[in-house]
């Protein structure tokens, strides 16, 4: 099984960035997947999650009403919207593979994929 995270990059505040969880060896859509973020000095933080189904999903209060997760089954990826950008978004960016449920605690999460680098600067 191999997780990647893509579409991370810098960016103004206020801009948006698309972020998109593909994997190998692995069907997601059989699986809820999450999205988490490291800050540097920090500890790994949950940002969102959504559900095998795909109409349940749920967000960190610090990133509701700016980031939206959705899924693409037919291409195998999930996807991780962000608008409104703060340089408080700054993070390596991270997705992962929950085998039985949805959550927002990374030691739920079975299987992750290396990062992906959002900074949020002027």
């Known amino acids: 099984v191999q997780l990647q995270a893509s579409g991370g990059g810098l960016v103004q505040p206020g801009g948006s960035l698309r972020l998109s969880c593909a994997a190998s060896?692995?069907?997601?859509?059989?699986?809820?997947i999450g999205w988490f973020r490291q800050a540097p000095g920090k500890e790994r933080e949950f940002v969102s999650a959504i559900g095998k189904s795909g109409v349940s999903w749920y967000y960190a209060d610090s990133v509701k009403g700016r980031f939206t997760v959705s899924r693409d089954n037919a291409q195998n990826t999930v996807y991780l919207q962000m608008n409104s950008l703060k340089p408080e978004d700054t993070a390596i960016y991270y997705c992962a593979v929950a085998i039985y449920s949805m959550s927002n605690q990374p030691g739920t999460y079975d299987y992750w994929g290396p990062g992906t680098q959002v900074t949020v600067s002027s």
């Open positions: 060896g692995l069907t997601l859509e059989n699986y809820a």
